[in-house]
Nanobody, 123 residues
Framework: VQLQAFGGGLVQAGGSLRLSCTASGRTFSIYHMGWFRQAPGKEREFVAAISGGGGSSDYADAVKGRFIISRDNAKNTMYLQMNTLKIEDAAVYYC?????????????????WGQGTQLTVSS
């Protein structure tokens, strides 16, 4: 299994950016996908998750209403559209894949992880 996240970069506060995550090695559509992030000096935290078929999604309160998670199962790719970015959104963003749709989307619900892509938000 291989996950690769990309699309990070430098964005001004208030701007938008879309992250992508491609997956290979197993049937993409039967796995839930998630985004996590880790800022310097902080623990990695849940950002958003989407079910295998794409019919269910969930967001952390900090990004609800600003971020949109989606997936294209035909392309084995997941996306995170990030709008109205804030300074505090700056972090390394990781994509993850798993079979368990946990209530709180803990890291343990995901068994494969990508390498992370850096988002920097400037004021």
């Amino acid at each position: 299994v291989q996950l690769q996240a990309f699309g990070g970069g430098l964005v001004q506060a208030g701007g938008s950016l879309r992250l992508s995550c491609t997956a290979s090695g197993r049937t993409f559509s039967i796995y839930h996908m998630g985004w996590f992030r880790q800022a310097p000096g902080k623990e990695r935290e849940f950002v958003a998750a989407i079910s295998g078929g794409g019919g269910s999604s969930d967001y952390a309160d900090a990004v609800k209403g600003r971020f949109i998670i989606s997936r294209d199962n035909a392309k084995n790719t997941m996306y995170l559209q990030m709008n109205t970015l804030k300074i505090e959104d700056a972090a390394v963003y990781y994509c993850a894949q798993g079979r368990r749709w946990g209530r709180f989307h803990a890291e343990a619900d995901f068994d494969s992880w990508g390498q992370g892509t850096q988002l920097t938000v400037s004021s």
